[in-house]
C-alpha cells in the first residue's frame, strides 16, 4: 500500500530557531502534497497545497514567508517552520498523492517550540 | 467554503453501547466523506470512505451514512469496546483533493 514516511515525529527547538519536517511517499509518486496543522483541542487546518511545478498555495491567514513549503521532487515535500515561535507550537501533518490514485497521510510531526 | 460541524463534540459510554456520531456540512458539492480516527498524539487512521454515489460503508463494528443532499453524515460504532476511545474526524472532499475536517468527537468508552 501507499505508504508516507514524515520526519522527524517530534522535535522541540528554541524561540527563533527554524525546523524544517520532511515527508517522503515511499512507494508511489505524489503529483500533489497538503500540509496540515492542528492546534491543541482544534481540528485539522489546511496550510497549503503544491502541485508538481508550482509554487504552494497558501491557505488565507497562512504566512508564506514564515512557512516554507518545497515540493521537492514527486517524492518529497519539506515544511520549514521559519524564526519559530512558541504560538507555532502545533502538530503537523502532511498529505501526498495524486487525483487518480488517492491520498496518504503522513504521521504528523508534534513541534514545540521554547 | 466549506464548514464542517461534528456533534456531540465529546461523549463518554459504558462498553458494550452502540454509538451515534454525527457530521454536518454546509457544501453539498462533495466528492466523497471520510471518517477518521485520531488517538492523542498521534496521526490519523482512515476508518470509512464514502463515494458521493454511495449511502454508507461498512467495515467491522463500523457503519457510516451519507446523505449528500442534505449535508450529513452518521458514524455507528455497534457494542463499543474501550479501544475505541478516541477523537473521530469526519472529513468532506471538494474540489482540488481538498479535505475540510470537523473538529471531532472525542470519544470515551468505560470498562
Known amino acids: 500500500g501507499a505508504v508516507v514516511s514524515q520526519h522527524p515525529s517530534w522535535v522541540i527547538c528554541k524561540s527563533g530557531t527554524s525546523v524544517k519536517i520532511e515527508c517522503r511517499s515511499l512507494?508511489?509518486?505524489?503529483?500533489?502534497m497538503f500540509w496540515y496543522r492542528q492546534f491543541p483541542k482544534q481540528s485539522l487546518m489546511l496550510m497549503a497545497t503544491s502541485n508538481e511545478g508550482s509554487k504552494a498555495t497558501y491557505e488565507q491567514g497562512v504566512e508564506k514567508d514564515k512557512f516554507l513549503i518545497n515540493h521537492a521532487s514527486l517524492t518529497l515535500s519539506t515544511l520549514t517552520v521559519t524564526s519559530a515561535h512558541p504560538e507555532d507550537s502545533s502538530f503537523y501533518i502532511c498529505r501526498l498523492g495524486t487525483g487518480e490514485s488517492g491520498y496518504t497521510f503522513g504521521s504528523g510531526t508534534r513541534l514545540t517550540v521554547v | 467554503k466549506q464548514e464542517v460541524t461534528q456533534i456531540p463534540a465529546a461523549l463518554s459510554v459504558p462498553e458494550g453501547e452502540n454509538l451515534v456520531l454525527n457530521c454536518s456540512f454546509t457544501d453539498s458539492a462533495i466528492y466523497n466523506l471520510q471518517w477518521f480516527r485520531q488517538d492523542p498524539g498521534k496521526g490519523l487512521t482512515s476508518l470509512l470512505l464514502?463515494?458521493?454515489?454511495?449511502r454508507e460503508q461498512t467495515s467491522g463494528r463500523l457503519n457510516a451514512s451519507l446523505d449528500k443532499s442534505s449535508g450529513r453524515s452518521t458514524l455507528y460504532i455497534a457494542a463499543s469496546q474501550p479501544g475505541d476511545s478516541a477523537t473521530y474526524l469526519c472529513?468532506?472532499?471538494?474540489?482540488?483533493?481538498?479535505?475540510?475536517f470537523g473538529e471531532g468527537t472525542q470519544l470515551t468508552v468505560n470498562p
Open positions: 512507494d508511489f509518486q505524489a503529483t500533489t
Open positions: 464514502i463515494q458521493s454515489s454511495q
Open positions: 472529513a468532506p472532499e471538494t474540489s482540488g483533493s481538498r479535505l475540510t
